[in-house]
């Protein structure tokens, strides 16, 4: 019998016909199988097969994909009527419901398996919406993130991350995310967030705040009074906002105020957590002013 692929952690196997049954008709009554029928001198199969196993991966074992090489196997590819390569087909309770031949988009891809998989992000997101529940933005905000870009910014994903970023008070980010979103995607959970973001502008800027920002205008070299300021930003998680105020105290006095805002400003971006690009920004700031 053929192992497992070689890193693929269960979730793709090649196939010959000692475990055809197995995996071809066996598996597909627990869970979609997809085949992948291949050659090696294909070469829209050499392009095919990395994003298949990609998908694979994402979707954390709720499919298997199993390669078939077409000229090894060449008796099961005859009975599944294999006429041309790459042919993809995808088994459900030991029968082909669905499939495709020829190199096809990873969108496109994404579409098909879409019909029989829940989306690989779902659990992310039940997570995600219990700390937003419990009061934790910035851990959902932490799980969302990775999952928005590897999802290609699924619009399900998109909207509970630029939630997450408004509650967290992280609303450039937040505008951002909603700015890439389609026309063709707007749709009520999109204008929501819009509203959210719109009343949470709003409520940041208190009468204090507004009034510290106009004396700033009017002496903004006085590092006292932009401290006084950044302190009301990261209090309000206009973390940005807060960081840029530090750093530009920090820029003319570095030991300002017996070095509080030094400290200020790393414990700003240590509350942001790691891995947070805002966080990254900064701290590579502080270094070349460092160093």
Known sequence: MIDQAPGAGGNVVDIDESNAAHYLIDESHKRPVIIDFWADWCEPCKALMPVLERLADEYRGAFLLARVNADSQQMLAQQFGVRSLPTVLVMQAGQPVDGFAGAQPEAAIRELLQKYLPSPFEGVLAEAA?????????????????????????????????????????LDEAEQVLDAVKMVDQDAAYEQCRAQLAIRRESAKSPEVTALEEQLA???????????????????????????ALFFILQRQLDHNDGASRKAFLDTIASLGKGDPLAAEFQRKLYSLLY
């Open 130 to 170: 219990e700390k937003l529940q419990a009061g934790d933005a910035s851990g959902a905000i932490a799980l969302l993130r990775p999952a928005y870009e590897e999802s290609g910014r699924d619009h399900q994903v998109a909207m509970v991350y630029a939630h997450a970023l408004i509650e967290g008070y992280r």
């Open 218 to 244: 009017a002496a903004p070299e006085n590092l006292d009074l932009r401290a006084q300021l950044a302190v009301h930003y990261t209090d309000t998680g206009q973390y940005r906002e807060g960081l840029e």
